[in-house]
């Protein structure tokens, strides 16, 4: 979304809707990972959505025929106030994927966000001092988050920063810390740094730098 920003800023607007739209389209998919499903196409990502998560009541139906509402690139004379809904759009569906993840994870019990994500007990180093985040890395604390949500959290959370912008994610031990900077990695981001949190390698930190697609 920060280039869809940028673009319209520069007054192009028919290009600026093409990243909303794919910012829309990005959300979607990493949505369809809680269902197991790695669309090839996107009509086929749109076609799984809203059979598999809108159709089931899992985003509001204002977001059916979603493929169609956000639309590609808009028309050669796309106006201002066209481009700046299509943002403003794919804001919000991004926003409303993000919710989606959460009240997943509660009624799965598969995480233990509502509780933990960010309010759990604060990782020490050996000297038992409390770990700090990476100075200019907004910290992202996912323990206790299992695969696949912990990804699906970290891939909308990236998606509503800015390319060249730094998280730090927190992950637990196994599954988690081998999963997630590899899907990140897939997804084209950097991954800056990979280390314990902890002397006893409970939990990891892993340090992303936004790369926009």
């Known amino acids: ?4 920003r940028l673009l319209a800023e520069k007054h192009q607007y ?5 990243k909303s739209y794919r910012a829309v389209l990005a959300a979607a998919k990493a949505l369809l990972v809680t269902e197991g499903i790695d669309p090839a196409t996107d009509a086929e990502t749109f076609s799984e959505f809203e059979r598999r998560l809108t159709e089931k009541g899992f985003v509001p139906a204002s977001y059916h025929n979603l493929g169609a509402q956000i639309g590609d690139l808009g028309p050669k004379d ?12 794919a804001r919000g569906f991004v926003e409303v994927c993000k919710a989606a993840t959460e009240q997943m994870g509660k009624d799965l019990k598969l995480s233990q966000a509502g509780k933990t994500e960010g309010a759990g007990k604060l990782p020490v180093t050996a000297a038992g001092a409390p770990v700090s985040g990476t100075a200019g890395a907004a ?26 912008e730094r998280l730090e994610v927190w992950l637990d031990a196994g599954d988690p810390i081998k999963n997630v900077p590899m899907s990140l990695r897939n997804d084209g981001h950097k991954i800056l740094a990979e280390e314990p949190l902890e002397p006893d390698a409970r939990h990891f930190k892993v340090l992303v730098e936004k790369v926009e697609g």
């Open 78 to 89: 796309t106006s201002p106030e066209f481009a700046h809904a299509k943002i403003g759009f």
């Open 14 to 18: 028919s290009v600026s809707v093409n």
């Open 1 to 4: 979304l920060y280039q869809a």
């Open 139 to 164: 910290v992202f604390d996912l323990r206790g988050v299992m695969c696949p949500l912990n990804y699906v959290k970290t891939k909308l959370k990236l998606e509503m920063m800015d390319a060249g």
